[in-house]
């Protein structure tokens, strides 16, 4: 059975920093995509940025710059390291990976941006 475990949200103060962890166990293959998210209560859920299999990656005008997403190949885990972080950046952040033809979707972590 394969599992996506999200970690590494909480609060943070505005100009700070956290690194999200999206850890895939019991998959078959290697991630082919992966895909962070973010969904604030009452908005649709918007895409942050991705990264496919060769490590391109692409970024949200509204975080390029500040955020970086990354992988580990070996440990199937893609990260999201996020800096100068801004309250607007305040949500539900999910990751949702391709393995194959079949789309996984993770639980969540709240990440809080408040003084």
């Known amino acids: 059975q394969v599992q996506l475990v999200e970690s590494g949200g909480g609060l943070v103060q505005p100009g700070g920093s956290l690194k999200l962890t999206c850890a895939a166990s019991?998959?078959?293959?290697?991630?082919?995509?992966g895909v962070w998210y973010r969904q604030v209560p009452g908005k649709e859920r918007e895409r942050v940025g991705s990264?496919?299999?060769?490590?391109?990656?692409y970024y949200e005008d509204s975080v390029q710059g500040r955020f970086t997403i990354s992988r580990d190949n070996a440990k199937n885990t893609v990260y999201l390291q996020m800096s100068s972080l801004k309250p607007d950046d305040t949500g539900v952040y999910y990751c949702?990976?391709?393995?194959?033809?079949?789309?996984?979707w993770g639980q969540g972590t709240q990440v809080t941006v408040s003084s």
């Open positions: 019991g998959l078959r293959g290697s991630i082919n995509f």
């Open positions: 949702n990976i391709l393995s194959g033809r079949v789309s996984y």
């Open positions: 990264i496919i299999v060769n490590g391109t990656t």
